[in-house]
């Protein structure tokens, strides 16, 4: 079983920066993937960002490339957000799966992801 918490979540303008953290709690292997996905009202679950528990990266959604930074510490991951634009505008969760697939999209499809945290708002306005 797997507790996840995020926060980090605000307001900004466009431009600004925010990090984002996921603390969690219990077993956390050296397979498990770690990832943050969005989701803007009234469109689809998206992935962000995605990494394996021992700090491998594993992919960026196109979006955020350049932009956007995934890491993780024992027991939290973190998103540091630079840039920020109001298309980023979104509910942020933090997921985690007890397995991983290191090619294509995989670690970026929110149906493969079995643990989520409740989520931590982040608005950007322009």
């Known amino acids: 079983q797997v507790h996840l918490v995020e926060s980090g979540g605000g307001s900004v303008q466009a431009g600004g920066s925010l990090r984002l953290s996921c603390a969690a709690s219990g077993y956390i292997s050296a397979s498990n993937c770690l990832g943050w996905f969005r989701q803007a009202p009234g469109k689809e679950r998206e992935g962000v960002a995605a990494?394996?528990?021992?700090?491998?990266i594993l992919a960026y959604a196109d979006s955020v490339k350049g932009r956007f930074t995934i890491s993780r510490a024992p027991n939290t991951l973190y998103l540091q957000m630079n840039d920020l634009r109001p298309e980023d505008t979104a509910m942020y969760y933090c997921?985690?799966?007890?397995?991983?697939?290191?090619?294509?999209?995989?670690?970026?499809?929110?149906?493969?992801?079995?643990?989520w945290g409740q989520g931590t708002q982040v608005t950007v306005s322009s």
């Open positions: 990494i394996t528990a021992i700090g491998v």
């Open positions: 997921a985690a799966q007890t397995s991983c697939s290191v090619g294509g999209t995989w670690s970026l499809t929110p149906r493969n992801y079995y643990y």
